[in-house]
């Protein structure tokens, strides 16, 4: 869904029969894997800890708040330049560098002395890890010719759903065990090992050709991106539009949006390829996309520090909890791909029916909200997205891949 998964899509799919990324697909599907739960983990296992954070580090609810932001504001600057590293370095160098800066970033948040320290090392660690889950992604698509996807996206998916069901469990067990450090440093070997295997899987490959970087609209991009993470992520603590700054945030994301919107459109190289929006399909798919990634990493971030500022919950009970949205998504694998082969846009049907199903009724939870509340609507949107995200992602991305063969 990614622009990372179109230019390597646009590179390695050549033909049906075969891949032409790498010699070995399943190593290749294999490392993709690992890199995904790893993201998921980074993103999931830090939301657990951070009461222990504060605690540490003497800080306040606001200031602990910066250590989640600032990580989603640097992956969603990092995000949409996937593509054009990925073509640019090629897929070899990008991933491992990308690995080795992760390893090292996280290795930084564990030895931290100061928020300043992490607040540094998190948002490197953003940037390091936002490209891991679409380059994953789009190499295991272009290993594979089209006829496996469904099953090879179901495949990946189970990287995709691991790291949201160790995060929060690991990040309980080690914060209760140990302490908050090691919920970072328990990263920092599988980020080693995982550069180790992408040399292995992905051998030896010329540096890819990218062409030049449509600059502007990069930054108006990531400008307005980021302002809308702040926006989104400080307005509820700061009034909204009773703050300066909140109304600061609106004017840059109107602004740059209106600047990325003309850029696009005018530009003889623009940053993000105005055609792959001709195909509906492909249209459709990216505005589900942001759907259901809104409403997951929503109530992933949320309903730790629900439960344990409002409820007083235990580290690792919290963990346990919120673990049933990955559960949720381990169950849908066992009928996604029968069911997208009988017809794909039911199945996408049915997994967004259930996950808004699971965010309304989540609308009315308060303090006394139960375990068994959290347990059934987090059991509920993840098997919804499991479900949905398979057929979306083939769907979305067939037209594509029939292009690049072109």
Request: charged share 10%; net charge neutral.
């Amino acid at each position: 869904m990614s622009s990372a998964q179109q230019t390597i899509l646009e590179q390695g799919v050549i033909e049906d029969s075969h891949a032409v990324i790498a010699s070995n697909r399943w190593l290749v599907l294999a490392l993709a894997q690992i890199t995904t739960l790893t993201f998921g983990m980074a993103v999931t296992a830090t939301n657990v800890v951070l009461p222990q954070i504060r605690g540490a580090l003497s800080i306040n609810h606001d200031q602990a708040a910066w250590i989640v932001t600032v990580f989603l504001v640097a992956a969603a600057v990092a995000t949409p330049l996937t593509g054009w590293m990925a073509g640019w370095l090629g897929w070899r160098r990008f991933m491992v560098t990308s690995l080795v800066g992760f390893a090292l970033s996280t290795l930084a948040c564990g030895l931290a002395g100061s928020l300043e320290t992490l607040l540094v090392a998190r948002a490197a660690q953003g940037l390091f890890s936002a490209p891991l889950m679409p380059l994953g992604q789009g190499m295991v698509l272009a290993s594979f010719p089209r006829r496996m996807h469904p099953v090879v996206l179901m495949l990946w998916g189970i990287g995709a759903v691991m790291g949201p069901v160790l995060g929060p469990v690991l990040g309980g067990v080690i914060a209760e065990s140990f302490n908050w450090r090691w919920v970072f440093l328990m990263m920092f070997p599988i980020g080693v090992l995982s550069a180790v295997l992408a040399v292995i899987a992905l051998g030896d490959q010329e540096r890819g050709t990218s062409g030049r970087l449509g600059l502007i609209g990069f930054i108006s991009l990531a400008v307005c991106m980021s302002s809308a993470q702040l926006m989104l992520d400080r307005g509820h603590r700061l009034d909204w539009f009773a703050s300066f700054e909140i109304i600061a945030e609106a004017t840059l994301i109107t602004a740059t949006l209106a600047i990325f919107i003309a850029h696009t459109a005018f530009s003889r190289k623009p940053f993000l390829n105005p055609r792959m929006f001709s195909d509906w399909n492909f249209s459709i798919g990216v505005v589900m996309a942001l759907i259901m990634g809104a409403l997951s990493f929503t109530t992933i971030v949320l309903f730790p520090l629900l439960l344990q500022d409002l409820r007083g919950y235990p580290d690792l009970l919290v963990g346990y909890l919120i673990s049933a949205r990955g559960l949720g998504n381990l169950f849908s694998f066992a009928v996604v791909v029968p069911l997208t082969r009988y017809n794909a846009r039911l199945a996408l049907s049915i997994g967004m029916a259930l996950q808004f199903w699971a965010a309304w009724a989540m609308t009315s939870f308060d303090i006394n909200l139960t375990a068994v509340d959290v347990i059934w609507t987090n059991f509920v949107q993840g098997f919804g997205f499991g479900l949905a995200y398979t057929p979306m992602t083939a769907l979305a991305l067939q037209a594509l891949s029939c292009k690049a063969r072109d």
